[in-house]
T-cell receptor, first 114, second 116 residues
Framework: GDSVTQMEGPVTLSEEAFLTINCTYTATGYPSLFWYVQYPGEGLQLLLKATKADDKGSNKGFEATYRKETTSFHLEKGSVQVSDSAVYFCALSAGSGNTGKLIFGQGTTLQVKP | GAVVSQHPSRVICKSGTSVKIECRSLDFQATTMFWYRQFPKKSLMLMATSNEGSKATYEQGVEKDKFLINHASLTLSTLTVTSAHPEDSSFYIC????????????FGEGSRLTVL
């Protein structure tokens, strides 16, 4: 079945460091891919998404490119801030148009130190 | 952005009792809501899809008689954990779709259930 695998956390970085959180997926067909973020005490929020191969999603300095050939959707940011500390979830939506049935990775905790 | 609220955020109950968790879309109507369960250091697992005015659709392996879902209005879905046991202790998260089943999802803050 469809699945998402994220790199193990926690990831601890100093402020202004470069961030990469790896995400790979297994799916039949052509899923849409998402990154969600969960800040402490809050619900999940959509960070960015890509709906087809080679699309790049970007938001708040984060970006991820849908790579069909490597079945990956790695999250990157050039310079992290303390306020980026959160749990990041990679997810896919299988089936056309139905973004509700999301399959999530296990989440990666990011801690940014000043 | 749109707001989805869950209540209660934390609940502790005795084994054998039932617990109800509410999920409300505060500023939009949601014909479709989803319930997820999250175990520690595990991904979110979709439990069921809740459609206003009709029966919920449960994912394989989820006991529908144990996890009762009612989507009575366009802004409220409830999850009732019946005859709770310690293994039901978990973090339950709802999401609501603005714009039908294919719309963007907005997530609640989650409800942590502890069954003693």
């Amino acid at each position: 079945g469809d699945s998402v695998t994220q790199m193990e956390g926690p990831v601890t970085l100093s402020e202004e460091a470069f961030l990469t959180i790896n995400c790979t997926y297994t799916a039949t067909g052509y899923p849409s891919l998402f990154w969600y973020v969960q800040y402490p005490g809050e619900g999940l929020q959509l960070l960015l998404k890509a709906t087809k191969a080679d699309d790049k999603g970007s938001n708040k300095g984060f970006e991820a490119t849908y790579r069909k050939e490597t079945t990956s959707f790695h999250l990157e940011k050039g310079s992290v801030q303390v306020s980026d500390s959160a749990v990041y979830f990679c997810a896919l939506s299988a089936g056309s148009g139905n973004t509700g049935k999301l399959i999530f990775g296990q989440g990666t905790t990011l801690q940014v130190k000043p | 952005g749109a707001v989805v609220s869950q209540h209660p955020s934390r609940v502790i109950c005795k084994s054998g009792t039932s617990v109800k968790i509410e999920c409300r879309s505060l500023d939009f109507q949601a014909t479709t809501m989803f319930w997820y369960r999250q175990f520690p250091k595990k991904s979110l697992m979709l439990m069921a899809t809740s459609n206003e005015g009709s029966k919920a659709t449960y994912e394989q392996g989820v006991e529908k008689d144990k996890f009762l879902i009612n989507h009575a209005s366009l802004t409220l879905s409830t999850l009732t954990v019946t005859s709770a046991h310690p293994e039901d202790s978990s973090f339950y998260i709802c999401s609501a779709s603005r714009g039908g089943a294919g719309g963007e999802l907005f997530f609640g803050e989650g409800s942590r259930l502890t069954v003693l």
